[in-house]
C-alpha cells in the first residue's frame, strides 16, 4: 500500500485540541449514534428536543418559554391557563414544599406578559429543573418523550466523559509532540506540518484501508458529517485503536526511525485493518482502495 503526499504550504490549525471539543447541546446525529452509540431513535428524540430544553450550566436560571414548553409537550390540559394552574404555579408556592424539600422553586420561575392584539397573556420563564419536572410529570406521549430525552442526555454526558479526553487531550498531545519533534531536528514549521499531516495520513490508511481525505470525501456525503474526518466520527473503541496507532508511528520518529517506508511497515504490522469503515457508513470508497 502507498501513501502520496501533497505537499502544502498552508499552516495547520493550532493544536489545542478545540476544533474537536464537543458541545453536548450540539453534537450531531452521526456523533451521537457511531461514537456514542445512541440508536437512531435516540438521536432524533435528542436533537428534537434539545432545541427546547438545551442542558445549561445554571439549571436554576429561568431560561425556557413555559408556552413553548407546553405545545412541545403535548398541550396537557387543552389550555395552557389550566395546566400553568395546575403544574406551574404551586411550584412558586413554599407551601407545596413544605416539609418535603430544603427549598422551593419560587426564584426558579419567573412570571412575565406577552404582549397580543387582544389582552397580554400570562406566561413564565423557567429554569432547566423546573422545566424537566413540569415536562416529566405530563401524562402525554409528548411527556413521556421528554423523560426519554433527559435520560440519555444524562447518558451522553457519561458517555463523552470516557470519549472526549482521547479526541481532545491525547490525540492533541501526540500532534503536538510530532510537529514540535520535526521543528527541533530541521528548523522548518514548513516540513514539521508535512510531518504531521503524513502521519495522520499514514495512519488512516493503515487502520481502515482508506486515506483520510477519502474519508472526508465520503462523511461529506453522509447527514450529519458533512465536513467531519476519520478522527471525528469514530467510536470509543476505534479511537482507541486509531490513538495506538498515531502513538506508534510518532514514537518510532522519536526514536530515530527517519523512513517513512518503515514506520509504515512497523505500523501496518501491528494496526493494520483494525477499523472497518464500513461501520460508519464509507462505503463507497472501501472497494477501490487496495
Not at 62 to 69: E, F, T, V, Y
Not at 165 to 189: M, W
Request: glycine share 6%; net charge positive.
Amino acid at each position: 500500500m502507498s501513501i502520496s503526499i501533497r505537499k502544502t504550504s498552508r499552516p495547520t490549525s493550532q493544536r489545542n485540541g478545540r476544533s474537536i471539543v464537543t458541545d453536548i447541546n450540539r453534537l450531531q446525529r452521526k456523533t451521537l449514534t457511531s461514537a456514542l452509540g445512541f440508536t437512531e431513535v435516540q438521536a432524533d428524540r435528542m436533537m428534537k428536543v434539545r432545541r427546547v430544553l438545551p442542558l445549561v450550566d445554571d439549571r436554576q436560571k429561568p431560561c425556557i418559554d413555559a408556552r413553548k414548553l407546553w405545545e412541545k409537550i403535548g398541550q396537557p390540559h387543552g389550555r395552557f391557563r389550566d395546566w400553568a394552574e395546575d403544574s406551574i404555579k404551586p411550584m412558586m408556592c413554599p407551601e407545596t414544599f413544605a416539609g418535603k424539600s430544603a427549598k422551593g422553586y419560587s426564584d426558579e420561575i419567573t412570571p412575565f406578559y406577552e404582549q397580543t392584539k387582544g389582552r397580554p397573556k400570562t406566561n413564565y420563564q423557567l429554569s432547566r429543573d423546573v422545566a424537566a419536572h413540569v415536562a416529566m410529570s405530563a401524562r402525554t406521549r409528548e411527556g413521556h418523550e421528554i423523560r426519554q430525552y433527559f435520560l440519555d442526555m444524562e447518558e451522553a454526558i457519561t458517555r463523552l466523559e470516557r470519549y472526549q479526553p482521547i479526541r481532545t487531550e491525547h490525540l492533541t498531545q501526540i500532534d503536538n509532540s510530532v510537529y514540535h519533534l520535526a521543528v527541533s531536528e530541521t528548523g522548518s514549521k514548513m516540513h514539521a506540518q508535512e510531518t504531521e499531516r503524513f502521519l495522520k495520513g499514514m495512519v488512516a490508511e493503515i487502520v481502515s484501508g482508506i486515506r483520510a481525505s477519502e474519508w472526508r470525501v465520503a462523511l461529506n456525503e453522509i447527514p450529519g458529517a458533512k465536513g467531519k474526518g476519520i478522527r471525528d466520527v469514530l467510536d470509543a473503541d476505534d479511537l482507541k485503536v486509531y490513538r495506538d496507532a498515531l502513538q506508534f508511528a510518532a514514537s518510532l520518529l522519536q526514536a530515530g526511525v527517519t523512513c517513512r517506508e518503515q514506520i509504515q511497515s512497523m505500523v501496518m504490522r501491528v494496526h493494520g485493518g483494525k477499523i472497518n469503515p464500513a461501520k460508519y457508513g464509507v462505503f463507497s470508497l472501501v472497494g477501490e482502495v487496495a
